[in-house]
């Protein structure tokens, strides 16, 4: 598969997954009260925020692969080490049940951080620094987004609170 090829699949899948969400699953799953006085704590504010967003980047992936040379090169060569495979699957489930058995007891944020962190090392990632910035950095600026800006209670576990 060609960088092009897979730009504008993920481009027209990026697309209709949103068109979906805005047309038929959004106004058929969210509910909202017509009396939020704050519109960024309208149930509806934010789905339909992320579906414009996964738009745009459909529209961005199609433009990009409408750009890019149309060579027959492919992206990746294909591996042929299935017991690699089975072990990466393999140790995804493992984290996923650590996952569940974690999250009471550390609570979403800490539990998010081991687990970006953890999943981003199983697959070798390219950027080990971005990594770890980014399993610490996010769940943290979620928490403090939904905690202390949209008031909305997020589990903590038994050993360290978040403020």
């Known amino acids: 598969m060609t960088n092009r090829t897979i730009q504008l699949q993920?481009?027209?899948?990026?697309?209709?997954?949103?068109?979906?969400?805005?047309?038929?699953?959004i106004p058929a799953w969210v509910s909202a009260p017509s009396n939020i006085s704050n519109i960024i704590l309208s149930?509806?504010?934010?789905p339909y925020?992320?579906?414009?967003?996964?738009i745009l980047?459909?529209?961005g992936l199609i433009a990009a692969g409408?750009?890019?040379?149309?060579?027959?090169?492919?992206v990746n060569t294909p591996i042929d080490d299935t017991p690699a495979a089975w072990v990466r699957l393999a140790s995804m489930a493992a984290i996923m049940t650590a996952t569940m058995f974690l999250l009471p007891r550390l609570g979403m944020?800490?539990?998010s951080m081991l687990v970006f962190a953890t999943t981003a090392f199983l697959f070798k990632t390219r950027h080990p620094l971005t990594a770890m910035i980014c399993a610490v950095a996010v769940p943290l600026?979620?928490?403090?987004f939904f905690a202390h800006v949209a008031g909305v209670a997020i589990p903590q576990g038994h050993f360290v609170r978040l403020p």
């Open 109 to 111: 944020v800490w539990t």
């Open 43 to 46: 149930p509806l504010f934010w």
């Open 66 to 74: 409408l750009r890019a040379p149309s060579d027959d090169a492919p």
């Open 141 to 144: 600026v979620l928490y403090a």
């Open 49 to 54: 925020t992320l579906a414009g967003v996964t």
């Open 57 to 59: 980047a459909g529209l």
């Open 10 to 25: 993920l481009g027209i899948g990026a697309c209709v997954a949103a068109l979906f969400l805005i047309f038929h699953a």
